[in-house]
């Protein structure tokens, strides 16, 4: 006893920079070793392609439902309290066709398209919109005042958050997590497995770290465009007339970030290419269900595309996993797999994992590396 714990986060996709970050504030000595990091654009890092926006979409009692509920209070604090986080307020308009309540889109939303879902209550000018006001073939809808994430700001700042705090950050590829224990070398303390915890953060970047392959994780496929023109709130439709596992988002990232247009549900599917016809799609649904987005007359022909892109949701059935195990006597703590909502439960994920890792280290490990 009396050597100072040490952490090492592997990964730096929201999840591990906000598990740093909380970390480091609590004392932790904190060391992030990643594939990739910020300003990085690849299909193994999710993070830099989500919109991203608070859109909860998780059944009330539930874990992930509890998890969103404790980041709303941060993303709220960080957006009226910390311009520089590169968050601001956007309306979220939700639109419900009822043709739609079979599809992969209605069915993944399903929490968002009810009445009065759980988070009514903590968003703030939760309303219906009076059926006169719907647009096309909306058969229902409510809006509230959201958040919309700017990741290209975002995610620098929570590194910039985390080196305030003295975190190091290692750029470095990992092929068995007990590697993770050699990147708390640089500190005079000796290193040892006994004082150590790893945080695995790896999304779906390495489905085979360590030999241990997670059966349960597999991609959900996001085909998105970005585009400088502007819309006047994130509009969401519960599915579309061209495929089962379309979408139909809108949002208008912070600071000049451009408009961000879904999109695609696509278990499954691993392909990192966008697709230029499903990119086609979405362009002309985002135009039809938000006209002011090129202005009166104009069609598509009327977008700016800064750039078409692919991210993959780290999906995983059944939930995402934050746990903690002991693996060839190393501690590890699991938090990975939020599929689509990475950011809007980053907090609460981030805490449980915190509170995992604390109890962690007060239970007795066999050292053997
Ligand atoms: C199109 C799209 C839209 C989305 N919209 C939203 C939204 O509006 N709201 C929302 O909340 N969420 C949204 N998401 C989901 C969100 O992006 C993800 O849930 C989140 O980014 C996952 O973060 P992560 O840190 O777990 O994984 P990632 O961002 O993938 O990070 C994984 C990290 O682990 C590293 N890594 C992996 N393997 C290794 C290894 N072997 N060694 C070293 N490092 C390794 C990687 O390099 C990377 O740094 C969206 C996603 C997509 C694709
Ligand atoms: C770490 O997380 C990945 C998911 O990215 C998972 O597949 C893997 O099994 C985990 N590693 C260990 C050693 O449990």
Redesign the pocket.
């Known amino acids: 006893m009396g050597e100072k714990s040490k952490i090492v986060v592997?990964?730096?996709?929201?999840?591990?920079?906000t598990t740093a970050l909380l970390l480091s504030k609590r004392g932790h000595s904190v060391a992030v070793?990643?594939?990739?990091?910020p300003g990085d654009y690849?299909i193994?890092?999710?993070?830099?392609?989500?919109?991203?926006?608070?859109?909860p979409v998780s059944a009330p009692g539930t874990r992930e439902a509890e998890w969103d509920r404790i980041t709303f209070a941060e993303l709220y604090r960080l957006t009226t309290q910390v311009p520089e986080a590169g968050i601001h307020f956007q309306d979220a308009i939700i639109y419900r066709r009822e043709k739609d309540s079979r599809s992969v889109s209605a069915n993944w939303f399903s929490e968002l398209l009810k009445e009065r879902p759980w988070f009514a209550s903590i968003v703030p000018e939760f309303r219906r919109i009076p059926k006169s006001e719907l647009p096309l073939d909306a058969d229902f809808g409510v809006r509230w005042k959201s958040m919309c994430?700017n990741?290209a700001i975002y995610l620098p700042y929570l590194l910039s958050q985390c080196l305030k705090q003295q975190v190091r950050f290692f750029r470095?590829?990992?092929?068995h997590i007990c590697q993770a224990v050699d990147f708390h070398l640089t500190s005079s303390a000796p290193s040892s497995s006994s004082n150590i915890v790893v945080v695995n953060?790896?999304?779906?970047?390495?489905s085979t770290?360590g030999g241990v392959t997670d059966s349960r994780l597999t991609p959900?496929?996001?085909?998105?465009v970005l585009v400088r023109n502007t819309a006047p709130a994130m509009i969401v439709a519960s599915g579309t007339d061209d495929a089962d596992d379309e979408v139909m988002y809108i949002?208008t990232r912070a600071a000049g970030g451009g408009t961000?247009l879904?999109?695609t549900y696509q278990q499954g599917s691993w392909s990192s290419v966008p697709d230029k016809a499903t990119a086609e799609r979405i362009m002309k649904r985002a135009v039809k269900w938000c006209p002011e987005l090129v202005g009166e007359g104009k069609g598509v022909e009327g977008l700016d595309v800064i750039r078409h892109?692919?991210?993959?949701?780290?999906l995983r059935v059944g939930g995402a996993r934050v746990e903690k195990e002991v693996i060839g006597g190393v501690r590890v703590v699991h938090?990975?797999?939020?599929?689509?909502?990475?950011?809007?439960?980053?907090y609460g994920m981030a805490e449980e994992a915190v509170r995992l890792i604390e109890e962690s280290l007060k239970e007795e490990v066999k050292a053997r590396l």
């Open positions: 592997v990964g730096a996709g929201v999840a591990g920079l070793v990643a594939k990739h990091m690849d193994e890092y999710a993070s830099p392609w989500a919109g991203a926006n608070y859109l994430i990741p470095g590829t990992l092929t953060c790896t999304g779906l970047g390495s770290l959900a496929r996001g085909q998105i949002m961000i879904g999109g892109g692919v991210g993959l949701r780290p938090n990975y797999g939020a599929g689509g909502f990475g950011y809007q439960a980053s």
